[in-house]
């Protein structure tokens, strides 16, 4: 069937942040999953000072799709543009730009532009593609402007750190444990209960209780996509009030030293629930300092038990 004709959409939102850092959040692609709401995981294949190709996972209508995109940067016009390299019915293909436009009184207006063609021209196919631009794109802006409106660095509320844990064991039997998160309540004590469901192959469904080192019992619900034997990337779609946005990856990774594998975290900070939280007084600093100490012990604690159980049936 032939392609369609092109059609374009438009979303903006006025900021209480300058320009700059506003480009910047939306500039580091790897901080999407935590910041917006439909991103899953990023995974980088080029990048070069102006210009980055990589394949993003997201939810499009409720369901996790993937494609490769291109991007180019403007850092002096504060404008980043970018295309879909192949992209998926029903859409035939897909780009746009993100501009900032410097407004009185340390503002910015975000314009958020998309171009695409459909497979068919069926207003139904372009109702769909145009409705969950509608619903994604105005998401994203809030999303942005959330972030950047707290009057805090963006840094010190969007961070990322890691853990790594060798292992004397090949890397398989590892990215087993990990894939088969259905076992972790008989095998991982900060682990009270799992409901893992696999809606295609590759694209989990995971909700855990856990239970942190003061005894706060917290409920998750995640996304994750797993790319076999390397890799599990997952977001975050329920998240403790401290956390406005956690995604995470797992990767598996054989060495000269012998085979590694890393938990990186990557979380957006809720400054106004920090002192409800963990009481009054509490500085972000020691919000950070918190948050980090908290996830990466259950990571560690994880990473212990797959190198661990490396001798364990793997299953499936």
């Known amino acids: 069937m032939a392609e369609g004709r092109q059609h374009s959409t438009e979303h903006t939102v006025v900021v209480a942040a300058p320009p700059h850092v506003l480009y910047e959040l939306v500039a580091d692609v790897t901080c999407w999953p935590a910041v917006f709401g439909p991103s899953v995981h990023v995974h980088h294949l080029e990048r070069a000072e102006r210009a980055e190709r990589f394949r993003i996972w997201a939810l499009v209508g409720g369901q996790v799709t993937s494609w490769v995109s291109r991007r180019t940067f403007d850092p002096e016009g504060l404008r980043i543009t970018f295309r879909q390299e192949h992209s998926r019915p029903p859409i035939a293909s897909m780009g746009g730009e993100w501009l900032f436009r410097s407004l009185h009184g340390d503002r910015t207006e975000i314009v958020l532009r998309h171009d695409f063609t459909a497979v ?18 105005p998401e994203e802006l809030q ?12 840094a010190d509320v969007v961070f990322s750190f890691t853990d790594t844990v060798r292992l004397a064991t090949d890397v398989k039997s590892a990215y087993d444990f990990v894939y088969r998160a259905d076992r972790w309540a008989g ?18 469904e995971l909700e855990m209780d856990t239970v942190t080192s003061d005894g706060a019992a917290h409920t998750t619900s995640s996304v994750r996509v797993c ?22 990856l797992w990767t598996f990774a054989y060495g000269p030293d012998g085979s590694a ?18 009481g009054a007084g ?31 049936p793997a299953g499936r």
């Open 227 to 248: 790319e076999s034997g390397q890799w599990i990337a997952y977001k975050q779609r329920r998240t403790p009030k401290l956390l406005l946005g956690h995604s995470g």
């Open 282 to 312: 509490t500085t972000l600093a020691e919000a950070r300092a918190h948050v980090r100490d908290a996830l990466g012990r259950n990571s560690r604690t994880t990473l212990a038990a797959a190198a661990g159980n490396a001798d364990a």
């Open 261 to 278: 594998v890393t938990a990186r975290h990557t979380v957006v900070l809720n400054p106004a629930a920090v002192e409800e939280v963990l």
């Open 143 to 154: 999303a942005l402007a959330r972030t950047a409106e707290f009057g805090h660095p963006a």
């Open 120 to 137: 068919d021209d069926a207003p139904e196919t372009v109702r769909w593609i145009s409705e969950a631009l509608d619903r994604n794109s």
């Open 187 to 204: 095998l991982l004590p900060h682990v009270s209960r799992v409901r893992l469901t696999e809606t295609e192959p590759g694209v989990q």
